[in-house]
């Protein structure tokens, strides 16, 4: 599975994006998707995940409420949705797969991962 991630960029606090990452291969239906960031000297970070199906969903606490993630199988891709944005979520992103069937917070258990890309949030 190769993923690409595009949608990152500059926004302002308070602003929104949405991030998506095309997946390569005819199995994309049965990876479970994960959201993850790395900002500037810190560990990469939990943001969101979502099942094969779609059916079910997990957020960090500091995302909760704000982002959302979702898929289009139809498509081989998963979307990020970033509302109210604030600078603390400044860091590249990237996307994950992981062949299963629950939900993976752990950056460990994924198997394929995206390049990354960029979002800046400016105070």
């Known amino acids: 599975v190769q993923l690409v991630e595009s949608g990152g960029g500059l926004v302002q606090a308070g602003g929104s994006l949405r991030l998506s990452c095309a997946a390569s291969g005819r199995t994309f239906s049965t990876y479970a998707m994960g959201w993850f960031r790395q900002a500037p000297g810190k560990e990469r970070e939990f943001v969101a995940t979502?099942?094969?199906?779609?059916?079910?969903?997990y957020y960090a606490d500091s995302v909760k409420g704000r982002f959302t993630i979702s898929r289009d199988n139809a498509k081989n891709t998963v979307y990020l949705q970033m509302n109210s944005l604030k600078p603390e979520d400044a860091a590249v992103y990237y996307c994950a797969a992981k062949f299963g069937l629950s939900v993976y917070i752990d950056y460990e258990n994924y198997n394929y991962w995206g390049q990354g890309t960029q979002v800046t949030v400016s105070s």
């Open positions: 979502i099942t094969w199906s779609g059916a079910n969903t």
